[in-house]
């Protein structure tokens, strides 16, 4: 399967984000660079003013509107940066997905990378709508006030909502009003642009490496279907199926090599991500509840459920790895491998204990990813809002 074929199979959506972006490994530097620049031009001003608020304002009112968005704002800096800094790594990892896939295999293999091809190509859609929908309400909130407010007029002034409030170092911004919408719209949208373009990466990378684990698992399973013990066995079917299973020892390791260069180049990037999403989920949880219901309302609950899938989201594809190696793990032991003789139950004996030591998705080697973390980091979450509110 040449590279066009691939990246339309697996890498559709992540491709254009990721040049949108400005990570995508094969970009031209120039046009890198001007998307680099750009996004610190947007980023950094939209950073300062929700910064310059908290201080000039000062109150936990203030905090829990801001900490939550500029928070996502460094997460930007931070994500587009990782990918800027191991782009060798990541070029290897989207390297090994084209070679991968250009390897002569059979149906049945072919078969199974392509489901988890479809899985990652389903969380990307997934992301996308959870990321545009939020996007939408934060644009959107400020002028369907307003709109509102123009059909049916009450005794009251003009809603001045904000998409994301801010100090703008001047007394009166009613002035400057649609500017600054505008600013942070723009700032909004470059958010959405990186997020998808570096999520949805790190997802497909994941998912294609638990492909070769399937993969691995099904060589094991079937490498010694032709040996039975009800008939006399000849040697060459015997040295066939211990190189087949010499053949499934090598995808295993394959698999197994993918894994740590997906945790090499994301090592650090996910465990400052797991904090920042973890903090700022239990703010946002405690502004949530003590709102009223308003258009600020719907556009802060979107908000929240918006990091609560990007929490899950991250931690999700470790629980993926973990399964898929468990899968390894089972299809090793389901194998017929009593019909084979002593020196290929010997390979069988040596997969099973290197399955029981896969390497595993972790943040900073201190968190590891996975469900239980997921529900763990939840309640953590809630008992900082419960905290929080009893201040």
Known sequence: MNTATVEDKVLKF????????????DQNKLVKYILWTMTYIIIVPSLVVQVARVVHFFNITVITEQLGTASAM????????????????????????????????????????S????????????????????????????WTARLLYTFSPQNASLP??????????????????????????????TVIIVFIGCDTSYAVIVQHACGLLSVAGHRFKHAINDLSSNRSISEESIKKAYQRVRFSIQGHERAITYLKEIESAHIIYLFICMGLVTVCFGITLLKVVTMEYSMDFLKYGSFLIVQLMHLFYLMVQGQFVINASDEVYDTIYEASWYNSNSRTQALYILALRRSLSLPRLTAGRVIELNMQTFSEVVKLSISYYTVLKST
């Open 115 to 142: 489901t988890y091809a479809a899985r990652g190509s389903f969380l990307t859609s997934f992301y996308l709508v959870n990321a545009f929908t939020c996007s939408f309400l934060f644009i959107t909130v400020p």
């Open 14 to 25: 992540t491709k254009k984000f990721a040049k949108y972006s400005g990570i995508w490994p």
């Open 160 to 189: 001045m909502l904000n998409v994301i409030p801010g100090y703008y170092f001047v007394e009166d911004d009613h002035k400057y009003y649609y500017y600054i919408q505008l600013q942070m719209s723009i700032a909004v949208i």
């Open 74 to 113: 460094i997460l930007v800096i931070v994500k587009q940066g990782n990918y800027i800094v191991n782009a060798t790594k990541y070029k290897a990892l989207l390297t090994g997905i084209y070679k991968d896939w250009a390897v002569q295999r059979s149906k049945e293999e072919v078969a199974i990378l």
